[in-house]
């Protein structure tokens, strides 16, 4: 199960490189809509949209990383309470949570790494918006 997990989430680099592209496109569409492009305003709203959907998925994507290195130490180790041990004497994981099954876990990483999908999903609409009300012509 563990190598399962860790092998799927490992795809969140993926997820991450496609965002880090749209961040920079978002970048310079910002600066265009507001050199005076036409519906400036409202591509420029779009835009700094889709730069927070990139530093929202920036996070998500490292923890979708550190998740996918623990699962692949999991499957490697395999001592699972002293994982737990670990994860709550470092406060990365409160004490309720130690003890569940592996499945659990995995199920929990892998709603990170669906999160991290929409939001890049997010992402790309308002960057796509953004970018079609720049080639608009403002009426004249």
């Known amino acids: 199960m563990g190598l ?69 130490a999991l499957a490697r180790d395999g001592d699972l309470p002293g994982f737990d041990r670990a994860m709550t004497g470092l406060s990365l994981m409160p004490v309720t949570k130690a003890g569940r099954p592996m499945e659990a876990r995995a199920k929990g990483a892998l709603r990170l790494l669906k999160r991290q999908a929409f939001v890049l999903a997010a992402q790309g609409a308002a960057l796509f918006v953004s970018l079609l009300l720049l080639t608009v012509r403002a009426p004249t």
């Open 4 to 72: 399962v997990a860790a092998a799927a989430l490992k795809r969140g680099a993926l997820i991450h490189r496609a965002s880090m592209l749209m961040t920079g496109v978002s970048l310079i569409v910002l600066l265009c809509a507001t050199m005076g492009a036409a519906h400036g305003q409202a591509g420029a709203l779009l835009a700094a949209v889709a730069l927070l959907c990139g530093a929202a998925e920036f996070g998500l994507a490292a923890r979708v990383a550190f998740d996918a290195d623990l699962f692949a």
